[in-house]
């Protein structure tokens, strides 16, 4: 978690250095729905690396937004999910989701 000096002046910009990336976007948006295992966001998520998506999902956990569950089976079987902060970016995201979808009906027929 950052602390209160290392984030910057402006809360848009904090913001953004939390859940900035595209795929932070998107392992949100996934996770906005149910928790999800590492290899079934690897799988949904087209074109992340392995890497990306672990240094993703630890650098969410540590700043309060993602949790992760250990179940101690064999093989041993990892869950992520949202903490209560995580899931107060629901209305962000359906906002973005909202501006994506008129982005799309005003200029892709074009």
Known sequence: MLSKNEMPDCPVATTIQLIGSKWKLLIL???LARPYRF????RDLTGISHKVLTESLRSMEADGI???K????RPRSVEYSLTELGRSLKPILLEIEKWGVNYKAMYTDK
Do not use: A, P
């Not at 290899?39 to 690897?42: G, I, P, Q, S």
């Not at 250990?70 to 089976?73: N, P």
């Open 29 to 31: 948006r996934n996770l």
């Open 39 to 42: 290899n079934e966001l690897k």
């Open 66 to 68: 993602v949790v992760r």
């Open 70 to 73: 250990i179940y101690e089976t």
